[in-house]
């Protein structure tokens, strides 16, 4: 008997992560390729992501039923549907579903249930589903949001080291900055600052979260600040919910998984409007997603 498997893809803005699965879940082979992120490098991102999946195609001795591929920046440059069709006329014209990487979360940290799901890496995004409908707040880049995101983090501390910077005044932000640009003063690091990655700027809130940890006040009111901006988009999103409102809420991305006192200073935010608010980690596995994904819009190539 032929071997039936179904693909999911995680393509973000570090790394793309193809997974397959056979029918009933369990884990076949796995692919890792570069960046996935379609509005920072479309013709990249696509490459990147077909390639994973024809790695896994030429693996796998068997018959690939459909592939989700869960993109980043796929809600900036929009048209999901033409995206499949290209991703499905690179790998052998399987069927093929594109979605945002945040959808793809949500189905695999919900497992199928409703609730809600918070991302929160380089960017960040609050994603509801509630009887199949989708409510989505937040997730609109570095420039317009990402709240609580690593760039935000990051960018909210770089203002506060360049406030005190003007008025002279002690912030260990500053030295930090200047370390990390490898740089002597902040006017050099800004000029750095505007040349640098979103992606290799965001993972700089480490840093940010380790002098928080350390009690610096000007690194604490970063992190409470972007934890309750956060925090304000996930209670809109509950807000749009229908009675009974679910209370379910997954958490995922490198900043809410490893910065506990963001997360602490999240969920008591978000508790003061919701108290019965049940949040848990996801396992972080998002291209798991596409064994709960019930949708049938999957997507052939054709020629027109």
């Not at 009111?221 to 807000?239: F, S, T």
């Not at 749009?240 to 958490?251: G, V």
């Amino acid at each position: 008997m032929t071997l039936k498997f179904q693909i999911g893809v995680d393509a973000g803005g570090t790394h793309t992560i193809a997974i397959a699965y056979d029918l009933k879940g369990q884990e076949l082979a796995r692919v890792k390729a570069g960046p996935g992120q379609v509005n920072t490098n479309y013709d990249n991102a696509i490459i990147n992501i077909t390639n994973a999946i024809n790695k896994l195609i030429d693996e796998i001795d068997g018959d690939c039923q459909r592939i989700l591929c869960g993109i980043a920046g796929l809600s900036v440059v929009g048209h999901a549907p033409e995206i499949a069709a290209e991703i499905s006329a690179k790998v052998d014209n399987l069927p093929t579903r594109a979605i945002t990487d945040s959808l793809l979360a949500l189905y695999n940290g919900l497992e199928g249930e409703d609730g809600g799901l918070v991302i929160a890496g380089t960017g960040s995004v609050f994603n509801g589903l509630q009887n199949g409908r989708i409510i989505t707040t937040g997730g609109y880049g570095a420039i317009l949001g990402d709240e609580g995101s690593g760039y935000a983090i990051a960018l909210s501390a770089l203002k506060s080291a360049l406030l005190s910077w003007d008025k002279r005044e002690e912030n260990e932000l500053i030295s930090m900055f200047n370390k990390l640009f490898k740089v002597d003063n902040l006017n050099d690091a800004t000029a750095k600052f505007y040349k640098t990655a979103n992606a290799d700027f965001a993972s700089m809130a480490v840093n940010v979260a380790q002098l928080a940890d350390k009690g610096n006040p000007f690194a604490l009111a970063v992190i409470k600040e972007q934890a309750e901006l956060l925090a304000r988009d996930i209670i809109i999103g509950m807000n749009r919910y229908e009675d009974p409102k679910p209370m379910k809420i997954a958490l995922t991305g490198s900043v809410l998984a490893n910065n506990h006192m963001l997360r602490d200073f999240l969920e008591d935010k978000v508790r003061e409007k919701y108290p019965d608010a049940q949040f848990s980690i996801s396992n972080g596995e998002n291209a798991r997603g596409v064994i709960f994904d019930k949708s049938k819009d999957y997507r052939y190539f054709t020629s027109h």
